[in-house]
């Protein structure tokens, strides 16, 4: 079933990119394209300190993590409105969709809005109409998780979570997100206890800059059920073969990797590693408008730059669909919708 046919080399891009896939680490922020920044600042009366969209793409140029969180943060500072974020969202679904994306789980950034004024109701309600509208209009089926910023503290996780609970069917899970290098998971433990009592479904990046200790402490303090990044378990045998033997999903993210310099170049990635290792590993676009691609585009030049091939590529796929939070029924269908791909590309 799950064995695809030789693909010719010339033809393993149009392969990739006809696979139906789930994306599980997208940022919704960081989706928002420098022509949708102007148009909402235009919108919203805001002036913005770059005179043009190509002055605001010249300006993407990371060297670290936080060097892209501060352009990243205040690309969102034109999202005033419940419309914007509606826009923001809607925009990321239907070019998702076109990349074969049958179901995204999203995160967003509260906090960043709510720290200009913005009401986390504003925030929701945007996001989760257009969430709603995506699966009619593009059919593609949509959730959200609601991410910490790890720089604020935990007090401030807090007081996000008591504000965003009236909304709770709104979205599915929390996350922790932002400047990881100072900022363990241990830090958020009695927040994510509290989340777990609630039943959301936790995920924390850990291990895309941090050590490996991070990706322990998520697992052991947060009790995450998925690892966003995690790539620096490469450094760490034993959580290597912990990753593997419990099947604890990787949400790899290669652009961002490479336009962060956690690796100079594509061809320096480790996924192959993480993959032969028999690690559950996925592939995503995290912040898409700031990295130069979406999922296929991570596909396509990670493969291309790593010698990966068609069976991997249907690993992955699957992978996505089996480390989702889609219930059971709804993950049997977007597998046989991956049967039925692989069956008939030609
Ligand atoms: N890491 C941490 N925080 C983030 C990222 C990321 O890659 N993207 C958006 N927020
Ligand atoms: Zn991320």
């Not at 809005?113 to 969430?131: K, Q």
């Not at 592939?283 to 991997?312: K, R, W």
Request: charged share 20%.
């Amino acid at each position: 079933m799950y064995q695809t046919k030789p693909v010719a080399p010339e033809r393993l891009p149009a392969f990739l990119r006809s696979l139906p896939k789930a994306e599980l680490h997208i940022h919704i922020e960081g989706s928002l394209e420098p022509e949708l920044i102007f148009a909402l600042a235009a919108r919203n009366g805001l002036t913005l300190p770059h005179a043009s969209v190509e002055d605001l793409r010249q300006a993407y140029a990371f060297h670290d993590l936080q060097s892209f969180l501060d352009i990243y943060y205040a690309g969102a500072s034109v999202l005033l409105f419940e419309q914007d974020f509606y826009d923001m969202a809607r925009a990321y679904l239907q070019r998702a969709a076109a990349d074969n994306v049958l179901h995204a789980e999203i995160f967003f950034d509260p906090q960043t809005h709510t720290a200009r004024g913005v009401s986390i109701e504003t925030v929701l309600n945007g996001l989760h109409r257009a969430c709603q509208d995506a699966r009619s209009d593009f059919g593609i089926s949509a959730s959200l998780i609601l991410c910490f910023l790890r720089h604020l503290s935990e007090d401030d996780a807090f007081a996000t979570l008591e504000q965003a609970l009236p909304f709770r069917d709104k979205f599915i899970g929390i996350g922790l997100d932002s400047s990881e290098l100072g900022h363990p998971p241990e830090k958020f433990a009695r927040v994510f206890a509290r989340c777990r009592e609630l039943g959301f479904r936790l995920v924390a990046h850990a291990g895309e800059e941090g050590p490996p200790a991070y990706i322990w402490s998520a697992l052991d303090v947060l009790h995450v059920e998925r690892i966003d990044h995690g790539v620096q378990c490469v450094q760490d045998s034993a959580l290597m073969q912990r990753l593997a033997r419990e099947r604890i999903p990787l949400t790899v993210c290669p652009l961002s990797n490479m336009k962060l310099r956690v690796y100079r170049q594509l061809s320096q990635h480790k996924l192959w590693q993480l993959l032969g290792a028999g690690i559950f590993a996925t592939v995503n676009s995290d912040d898409p408008a700031y990295f130069g691609g979406y999922i296929n585009d991570n596909f396509v030049q990670t493969f291309a730059a790593t010698g990966l091939g068609a069976q991997h590529g249907l690993t992955l796929a699957r992978n996505s669909f089996e480390a989702s939070f889609m219930d059971e029924a709804e993950k049997r269908a977007c597998l046989q919708r991956l049967e039925q791909a692989v069956e008939g590309f030609e």
